[in-house]
C-alpha cells in the first residue's frame, strides 16, 4: 500500500541474535526511528501482518539461513527497501540475495554509523519515489483490466503497482473468473506445495489489495466477499 512515509520511519529488524538485535534497535532510536523485531523463525510473516514498515533490515549472515528463500518470501510481502546483513566473503551469495529482491547489503562486522547511513539513503530514495508516484487511489467508478501477457493491473488504463504476492492473489481470482475461491483454494494456488501461512496473513493481503484497485476499499466493487466466505474478483 502506498502511503506518506511516517515522521518517524517505521524500520523491521528481522535479526535472530539477541544482541544484534539490541544493538540495532538502540541506534535506530537513537536517531528517532521507530523499530519492530522479529526473528527469522517460521510464521514470521504472520506475525507482522498490518505492519507496514518504511525499511527491513535483515541479518542473513548466520549458518543454516536460506538468505535467498527469506529476501524472496519477504520481498512477495512488501515493496519497502531490504538492506541485508551479510557475512564476509559470500560474494555469490550477496549477489543472489540482490538478484531476490535486496536493495543493498552490509557486509558484518560494520559501524554502527555507516549502516545508519545506508538506512538514510534508502530512506531518502523511499520517500522520493512516493512524492513522484502518481496516485495509486483508483477513481469512484473503476474498470479493472488485467494484462496477461505483461502481466500488468490496470485501473482505467492506469497501470496500479502490487507487489508479486498481491499479483499472484489477484491472477488467481481472476483465473477462477467470476466463481468463489475459498480462502484455502487461495493459500494453494498462491503457495503451491510450498509452507503457507495462514488465512489472517491472506486476509492482510486482501486488504492491501483493495487500497490499490478499489475507490473505497469498505465498499469494494472488484474484490468481492464470497458468499459463505471466501473472494471473487469482478472486473467491471
Known amino acids: 500500500m502506498s502511503r506518506p512515509l511516517a515522521v518517524q520511519p517505521l524500520v523491521l529488524v528481522v535479526e535472530d541474535e539477541p544482541q544484534m538485535r539490541r544493538q540495532l534497535v538502540s541506534a535506530l532510536a537513537t536517531v528517532g526511528y521507530r523499530s519492530l523485531h522479529v526473528e527469522t523463525s517460521a510464521g ?8 507496514e514498515p ?10 543454516g539461513i536460506d538468505a535467498v528463500g527469506l529476501t524472496t518470501q519477504l520481498r512477495e510481502w512488501t515493496a519497502a527497501p531490504i538492506l541485508a546483513l551479510t557475512a564476509p566473503g559470500r560474494d555469490r551469495e550477496r549477489a543472489e540475495i540482490l538478484d531476490a529482491g535486496a536493495n543493498d547489503y552490509v557486509v558484518r562486522p560494520f559501524a554502527t554509523a555507516d549502516l545508519l547511513a545506508r538506512v538514510r539513503v534508502w530512506l531518502r530514495q523511499e520517500a522520493r519515489a512516493r512524492r513522484q508516484a502518481p496516485p495509486q487511489a483508483a477513481p469512484k467508478r473503476s474498470k479493472l483490466q488485467i494484462d496477461r501477457e505483461r502481466r500488468t493491473i490496470l485501473v482505467d488504463g492506469r497501470e496500479i503497482h502490487l507487489t508479486p504476492l498481491e499479483c499472484k492473489l489477484l491472477f488467481a481470482l481472476a483465473k477462477s473468473r467470476t466463481k468463489t475461491m475459498t480462502e484455502k483454494q ?3 494456488a498462491i503457495w503451491g506445495n510450498r509452507p503457507a501461512p495462514q488465512a489472517p496473513y491472506l486476509r492482510a493481503q486482501v486488504r492491501h489489495l483493495r487500497q490499490k484497485i478499489e475507490a ?21
Open 54 to 63: 518504511d525499511l527491513i533490515i535483515v541479518d542473513v549472515s548466520h549458518p
Open 44 to 51: 514470521t510473516l504472520l506475525r507482522i501482518v498490518g505492519h
Open 186 to 188: 487461495l493459500l494453494v
Open 216 to 236: 473505497d476499499p469498505s465498499r469494494p466493487r472488484h474484490l468481492l466477499p464470497g458468499p459463505g466466505g471466501g473472494y471473487r474478483l469482478k472486473m467491471s
